[in-house]
């Protein structure tokens, strides 16, 4: 391994770099748009926090295994607690080792890449980002790092506006040199006023094109598989419309509970969580026009039409939403409290851990195709889906003793066995013609020989550092989903349901959402 400043960056032999050993070929496909990435600092705010321990700092333990980071890279973390820069390298040292594939022989280098400082992220520039501003500059001219500076805010939203404005009361937001970025986690607000003023909050500090709002959901593998499938493969296109797709499903579903999210998970719900960024998102892919070119703008502005046209085929929410909460039950065999029995749970929490909603799309490719969007927690098993179903054949003159052709489905799979099924109807062999419905599975595992495919939050953190937005979400597309969204929380917050609990822990949710769908002679994929 070469000093910090070596001008080519080795890899410690025998490491996985993604496909070649060490001293072969550097994998083209990690680097996600071929931009190598800037050197820099990544400065992590609740640098003790959750987030960093599981997955920003195995992320970036797994971006130096595949030789993705830039050879002058360092990582300062920035929280309250006492913490020195050796103990924070022992906790990171703990979460690398638990969370990713461990290589012992790289740990070392990495390490004396991270740096701690004590501060009070809320407080007066005196109480710690005077003292981060002084690091930072040590950190870059120890490791001759240019002046590229992104700041990750692993932290709850409302401490956002303030750590933008410390930023500039120091003078770190801004470089004649290089750049600064800046890294936000959902939720972004907590609905179309509260995004509105903190994107104005923020935009006091830094410029638009220098906020990335990280969505995890559009750094796995999948979700950005559903783009080249549809635009770079073109049997798909000419059918994929209102003509030919009945309607799309996209499930979210969980076992785990909130854990000990409480705090979090009380004041945002499943549709703040999961339904306004990741779904959304989904749906997007799913649906979105072909962008002139994969880059920031066109994709974000063609996502943004999606919602916009979401808009105008407004929800009617006794008919198209159903809202759920957990009980107890069971689930892989075990048995689990409800909701309301979670440590830190209001005892009659009116919070929705599931959600089902019907949403339609008014544009020329999608009008009259219904979306159903369901996510919860504590369901019958971990799936994660976007499935195209397809309208049925216009004739079938095979003999049907068992009744309709079961539907074409092609589904998106990001959970579990990432990859892409497609169902279709087959003889099966034998006398006469029986017809059966069997599947055609892409597995990433199998295709690509990867057991386990790369975190998303290293991709993302990739992009950061190459300075590439077109996988974060944009202030227009946050707005035009809380418009979707809104008036389903604002109506859910106002009157508590007087049925939560609605559904045992380990079911498919409540009884409402199977009907949801079954009304419209559908039914959901409980695959
Ligand atoms: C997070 C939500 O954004 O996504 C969690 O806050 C949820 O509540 C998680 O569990 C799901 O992500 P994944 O990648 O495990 O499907």
């Known amino acids: 391994m070469k000093a910090p400043g070596g001008s080519v960056f080795e890899a410690p032999s025998g490491v996985d770099v993604g496909g070649v050993k060490a001293g072969g070929e550097a994998p083209s496909e990690g680097l996600s748009r071929g931009t190598p990435a800037d050197p820099s600092v990544m400065v992590i705010f609740g640098a003790t926090g959750d987030l960093t321990r599981t997955e920003l700092l195995p992320s970036l333990f797994e971006l130096y295994c595949k030789r993705l980071l830039p050879d002058r890279f360092a990582v300062i973390g920035f929280a309250r607690r006492e913490w020195t820069s050796e103990h924070f390298r022992e906790v990171a040292r703990d979460s690398a080792e638990y969370e990713c594939a461990w290589h012992p022989e790289a740990w070392e280098d990495f390490a004396s890449r991270l740096h701690y400082v004590q501060g009070d992220v809320a407080g007066a520039p005196e109480e710690g980002y005077e003292r981060l501003s002084v690091e930072i500059a040590r950190v870059r001219a120890e490791a001759n790092i240019a002046d590229n500076v992104f700041f990750h805010l ?31 986690e959902k939720p972004f607000g907590e609905n179309l006023g509260s995004a509105l003023e903190l994107d104005r909050e923020i935009q006091r500090s830094f410029h638009e094109d220098q906020i990335y709002r990280i969505d995890h959901f559009l750094g796995k593998e999948t979700v950005q598989n559903m783009l080249v499938f549809r635009f770079a493969n073109p049997a798909f296109e000419p059918i994929w419309n209102r003509n030919y797709i009945d309607h799309i499903q996209i499930t979210v579903a969980e076992e785990i509970g909130i854990g000990t999210r409480a705090g979090f998970y009380e004041k945002t719900g499943v549709v703040r969580d999961m339904m306004q960024n990741h779904l959304l998102q989904l749906l997007c892919m799913a649906t979105i026009e072909p962008p002139v070119t994969f880059d920031g703008s066109s994709l974000r502005d063609e996502t943004v039409k999606i919602l ?84 049925p054949t216009p004739h079938v003159m095979f003999p049907r003793p068992d009744g309709p052709v079961p539907p074409n489905v092609l589904a998106f799979r990001l959970q579990p066995e990432e ?46 550092m190459q300075g590439d937005q077109t996988l974060f979400a944009r202030a227009d597309w946050i707005n035009e989903a809380w418009k979707v969204l809104d008036p389903i929380i604002t109506r859910w917050d106002e009157r508590a349901p007087e049925d939560f609990p609605n559904y045992a822990s380990g079911s498919w949710g409540p009884a409402a959402a199977e009907a949801l769908i079954r009304d419209d002679g559908r039914s959901w994929r409980n695959v």
């Open 154 to 184: 692993a932290v709850p939203p409302s401490l956002f506006a303030t750590i933008a404005e410390r930023l500039a009361e120091v003078g770190l937001t801004h470089s004649e040199a290089g750049w600064r970025r800046l890294v936000i």
């Open 308 to 391: 916009q046209a979401m808009n105008c085929c407004p929800i009617d929410i006794e008919r198209d939403a159903v809202s759920g909460q957990y009980g107890s039950g069971e689930v892989r065999g075990e048995s689990v409290v409800g909701y309301r029995e979670e440590e830190g749970v209001a005892a009659g929490s009116s919070t929705p851990t599931f959600a089902a909603i019907r949403l339609g799309l008014d544009n020329w490719r999608w009008a009259g195709v219904p979306f159903y969007l369901r996510s919860g927690k504590r369901l019958a098993r971990k799936l994660t889906e976007v499935a195209i179903q397809f309208k």
């Open 419 to 464: 990859g892409i099924v497609q169902r279709f109807i087959a003889k099966q062999p034998g006398p006469g013609i029986t017809l059966r419905d069997v599947t055609m599975n892409f597995r990433y595992a199998e295709a690509f020989g990867v057991e386990e495919p790369p975190r998303a939050y290293a991709w993302l953190l990739l992009d950061v």
